[in-house]
């Protein structure tokens, strides 16, 4: 999926990171990355790590029963496997020491998942004289600004939501089942090259925005009903995400002026989405606009999160950037947003990177209230 290049401009990244603070060799043990630095993950079933030096190559540490698709998939040589009788952390620990890391300041990103409180601790009792040094979110850090290799991915899986979204808004009439409705939308994700069939929220629209992450019901839909979609394909473990309101039946005034009221202020968030851009700005753009306009009474949610890889991770998002007003950093180009909306059972959502002119939407379905009524 990604060339060398690729990989040595990301390692230059995370050398960048070491650098800054003295670090002989970086520990990355959660799934994106690792996915991200060395392009294999893999659940962490048992602890796995993969471990990067300021000189030289990486090596990864994990199971031996993962160490075959772990060689096909990296670019580097140096694997390591345990039998699962082993201690993973004893292992990395004589790694370290016969790489000649056994004194070395060893970076640790403190806000993984995966170095828990047990991994810390059995690696500093077993590497007592080597100095850990935390580095919290470098993960985070080093992946926010996507290359072009990263954004014709998540055009990719972008194109993948579009085909569902429309295929869901044909077929969702009176009659037809929610699960009926979301396999249409597994199917297509599978056959166009998904990673998989997961399809995301799809649940009848109720209540305030609690239905954006409403649980999955097996409901017949009938006229009037709303249908909230949203579609979370992932290419290469890189996610698109967007959602739209599909109306069974034909929808009324009100509905039509509440739905374009929150894409025209969306349409203003997406251009305010500029580099160099305060967050809090951009996110003031959509939850002031709803709030002074009666669109919502409220808004206590995030009006747009980064987007990137997602992994088999605690997390069903990456989460790491949000738009809030309390949020103090600058959009940086190449950063990837899902920017997203809702007010009276209505909700739109885009994948949207930030350049220096304003947002551009990856995801290109039409922004409006979707019915299969004609």
């Known amino acids: ?208 925005q609690q239905f954006l992450h409403g649980a999955f019901r097996d409901d017949s839909l009938a006229e009037g009903d709303i249908l909230h979609v949203e579609l979370i394909p992932k290419v290469a473990n890189y996610s698109a995400r967007m959602m739209r309101p599909v109306l069974v039946g034909k929808p009324d005034a009100e509905q039509i002026t509440v739905a374009q009221g929150l894409l025209d202020i969306q349409d203003r968030q997406i251009a305010a989405l500029k580099a160099g851009a305060w967050a809090c700005e951009v996110d003031a753009v959509m939850r002031q606009g709803a709030l002074s306009s009666g669109l919502r009474r409220q808004y206590t949610n995030v009006t747009g999160y980064t987007l990137g890889l997602v992994t088999r991770t605690p997390r069903s998002s990456e989460f790491s950037y949000v738009l809030l007003p309390t949020a103090k950093w600058k959009v940086e180009e190449g950063m990837v947003f899902h920017l997203y909306t809702s007010a009276q059972r209505l909700a739109f959502s885009e994948t949207v990177i930030a350049t220096e002119s304003g947002g551009i939407r990856l995801t290109q379905t039409p922004r409006a209230l979707l019915t299969s009524y004609i």
Request: hydrophobic share 50%; charged share 25%; net charge negative.
């Open 1 to 208: 999926m990604f060339t060398r290049a690729e990989f040595d401009g990301r390692v230059a990244k995370a050398r960048a990171e070491m650098a800054a603070h003295d670090v002989d060799v970086l520990v990355a043990d959660n799934g994106e990355l690792l996915a991200w630095l060395t392009g294999y993950t893999v659940s962490e079933t048992m602890y796995r790590a993969a471990f990067l030096p300021r000189e030289g190559d990486p090596w990864f540490v994990l199971r031996e029963l993962d160490t075959g698709p772990c060689r096909e998939q990296v670019w580097f040589d140096d694997i390591v496997g345990f039998p699962d009788t082993a201690l993973p952390h004893a292992v990395m620990v004589e790694a370290l020491v016969k790489r000649g890391f056994g004194m070395a300041r060893i970076g640790v990103d403190t806000n993984s998942y995966g170095f828990c409180v047990r991994t810390a601790d059995l690696l500093r009792e077993l590497l007592p004289e080597a100095a850990f040094v935390p580095l919290p979110d470098v993960g985070y850090r080093v992946r926010r600004c996507k290359s072009e290799a990263e954004i014709a991915v998540l055009r990719r899986a972008a194109t993948i939501a579009d085909r569902a979204m429309a295929a869901i808004a044909q077929h969702a009439a009176a009659g037809a089942t929610v699960r009926e409705v979301a396999a249409i939308a597994a199917g297509i994700f599978l056959r166009e090259g998904a990673d998989t069939g997961e399809v995301g929220p799809i649940v009848k629209s109720k209540g305030d």
